[in-house]
């Protein structure tokens, strides 16, 4: 059984949370106590029916104002796999959280109000999850039950956001009309719409093939930590010194001839340790810990990949940055801590070139500065170089976070596009 | 290995969760792990022993004591840190009410349970601990389901949760002022069946309240508490024997029993599979005082 994880994401009240208790509910994932206090609470209030939406808005502050301001994590599985679902918020407040989110997920489900059809918020939702390369998105255009599960609309919903979605860069797309509070379409493929003959929504969740989704191509193997047991008393301990690591890219194999950067050095892998001892291969998201044959200085922040194939060694980037701090904004000049993969060094943004109109596209190159939840591209010079791949290439080696200097929050997101 | 280079899903939690073991060793001066002997923290502990293997594990461990303790988890407690050679730092609530730092419950429902969070943020303050590892699940609890891995505390020890810092792939923000600190869950994306399937495949030890054997019991609540020196008992709460076993390990004073003839981790995962009540609505008293009673706690600088 793998794992599929998976974001939600839509305006405010386009019915998230009430699909992800409709999914929870209807596969059995509901616990009897938990359904209880739900039920209990919703009588309480007056409410027509369950509010599945209490079971993921698991702050005082959501329940009282009936909205999500972060991300809930829930968990179930199928006998096909286990998924883990991130409920994010809808609201532009916390956008940031909505980020926070989409970027481990697989696949995205972006909510629409079939009333309401496409609104900025679900732009900006689908253009950050393209912007955050979620290699699979569905676009639920729910509430179906409220326009007479009418085929048209459904198709004028999806025709409008084909149009947008051609100016993105999107891998795979798919569409599903529901009703989350009624469940059609949900779990089961609903009588009320004969006209949809694709699958239901948990169907497509529970098919959609994510095994190609990584990069098995491209050795990265960012060195996080050194193990060196100090073991004085057993010989064999006592010259131990391996390299651990999560594997951010390619297929590594004990013989395989591999490069360190920043020294150019050139060895061959020894051995490979992982969790459960010594492994054949190890490939993405395994942490193991790599054994060398030549003693090279290698420390955490370096990184190692093979002789024919490495990263860029950059020092200038250009990047998409997503800007998440309501205190201070991000324009030239500003002075910032990068974290990427292992390495954190100081930067400073050397350009903003652009800021992006997320509801057109638009580009606006007279932008000085960047605000809360505004999106745009950005040239940084660091301090030190980093070992980077653009973000369409690895999600790992492209990505990085911005942090503020003085008050130590993470301020900012950035995908890098081109390393120079 | 499968051909197609697809880790099963036990594989992807470890390797997760090594991951952030190995990047709060890297980036943190002190770190600390915080054990109770339940489950949790013994997969918590194996996990660290495997993220730093053939190296010690290079923090210590540490056990917020309430002194109402089952005594075979003691004993587990005790046997698992002289095995793994860490150091065992332990806290002592029974310390603080001594010392004037928190006051000890009266009556029926007196617990020590909210009383630990004192503790625990004088423990981390004396030892200068920056980081601490808990075995919290995000699928145990509702305000749990909103935490991040890498969870910052202000100088209170308090969790804001309306003002988390974005947490964007696995780049985890370390960084801190002096006197603050990080909780940080590497099982957060765990479920309970997940860990009892690890002890299977793992093959771990576990305290052996947590299979079926013999015990006086009372029953208060529609739960069932191990009769024991540290409760306040009504007469309405007569003493009987029952099987049963522990789904979660506490507090003695808020920990309750199940009804149980599953005396192996098989059995275990087959009545884990088939329940339908959660893990802590079935054995905590401590959740069930209020609708955001995690919540509250965890903003004070509970667990």
Known sequence: MDILRFATAGSVDDGKSTLIGRLLYDSKSIFADQLEAVERTSRDRGEEGTNLALLTDGLRAEREQGITIDVAYRYFATPRRKFIIADTPGHIQYTRNMVTGASTADLAIVLVDARNGLTEQSRRHAFLTTLLRVPHMVLAVNKMDLVDYDREVFERICAEFSAFAARLDIGDLTFVPISALHGDNVVERSANMPWYDGPSLLHHLEHVHIASDRNLIDVRFPVQYVIRPHASSDPELHDYRGYAGQVAGGVLKPGDEVLHLPSGFTTRIRRIDSAGGEVAEAFEPMSVTLLLDDDVDISRGDMICRPNNRPAVAQDIEAMVCWMSSTVTLGPRSRLIVKHTSRTVKAMVSELHYRIDVNTLHRDESATKLGLNEIGRIRLRLTQPIFCDPYSRNRTTGGLILIDEATNATVGAATITDPR | ?303
């Open chain 2, 1 to 303: 290995m499968r051909p197609d280079y697809q880790l099963s899903q036990l594989d992807a939690l470890e390797a997760e969760a090594i991951h952030i073991m190995r990047e709060v060793a890297a980036e943190f001066e002190r770190p600390v792990l915080l054990f109770s002997g339940g489950k949790d923290s013994i997969v918590m502990l194996a996990l660290a022993e495997k993220a730093f293997w053939p190296a010690r594990i290079p923090f210590p461990v540490m056990h917020v004591d309430t002194g109402h303790n089952f005594p075979e988890v003691i004993e587990y407690r005790d046997r698992r840190v002289a095995e793994l050679g860490v150091r065992l730092v332990v806290a002592s609530v029974q310390d603080s009410i001594d010392a004037g730092r928190a006051v000890e419950e009266t009556g029926r429902h007196a617990s020590r349970n909210r009383l630990q969070t004192v503790t625990l943020l004088d423990a981390l303050e004396e030892n200068r601990f920056d980081a601490a590892f808990g075995g919290a699940r995000r699928d145990e609890e509702r305000a749990r389901a909103k935490e991040r891995v890498f969870s910052f505390r202000d100088e209170f020890g308090q969790w804001d949760p309306k003002n988390q810092r974005p947490e964007l792939w696995s780049l985890y923000n370390t960084r801190i002022h002096r006197g603050e600190h990080i909780r940080v869950f590497p099982l957060s994306n765990w479920t309970e069946l997940d860990v009892w399937a690890y002890i299977e495949r793992e093959e771990l030890a576990l305290p052996p309240i947590y299979f079926a054997h013999e015990r006086a019991v009372f029953e208060r609540d529609g739960m069932l508490y191990a009769d024991n020196p540290f409760v306040v008992r009504g007469e309405d709460e007569p003493v009987f024997t029952a099987t049963v076993r522990y789904r979660t390990v506490g507090d003695l004073t808020i920990t309750g029993a199940v009804a149980s003839t599953a005396a192996t981790v098989q059995q275990v995962i087959a009545e884990v599979a088939a329940t339908r009540i959660t893990e802590r609505g079935q054995t905590r008293a401590d959740d069930r005082s209020s609708e955001a009673a995690m919540e509250d706690r965890k903003r004070e600088g509970y667990f």
